[in-house]
């Protein structure tokens, strides 16, 4: 591996110890992540706008803090905890029941994902968005974003029982919403 490598991969070990993070590396990492944390945002919070919104913030604190995460193991989950962490810090406060819209909104049309076609058709879609934030968290993430439990636990910040517990009761509920069959694994 050479000097051109993407920071997703761990700069510091591929560039050496005397290497220092650029603007020019941020906006490289920015550029290959975005599209995914987009997608990953956009299933948590069900709207365009604030998807972007919370990226927008969560990519701010990354850049300012781009030294530190660009060093780390995985800087791409590093900042998928940040965007995470900001959508549920978002929710506590009243403002996102105040500003969050109350029609029903569909994943942006340009948005160009096999998953986002099939999620976005039937009743499965408008039911995980029913869900509570959590389990809505560990189903996007599990079934979206194909992480394991264990990852899904450091995203989140709780222990791999916490994810299969909100896991269970999520798939549960899309049962009782009746558009998973009893025994169905999503």
Sequence with gaps: MDATTSPAGGLTDLMGEGWLPSEDDFAEFFAATWP???RTALALVGDAAAAEDVLQSAYARAFASWRRIASANHPEAYVRRMVVNEIISSRRHGWWRRE???ESVEPAATVESPEHRVVAHGAL???VQQLPLRQRAVIVLRYYEDLSEREIAAVLGCSPGTV?????AALANLRRHGVLQEGADA
């Design 164 to 168: 299969k517990s909100q896991a269970a």
């Design 125 to 127: 879609w408008p039911a």
């Design 100 to 102: 969050r819209p109350h």
């Design 36 to 38: 995914r944390m987009f």
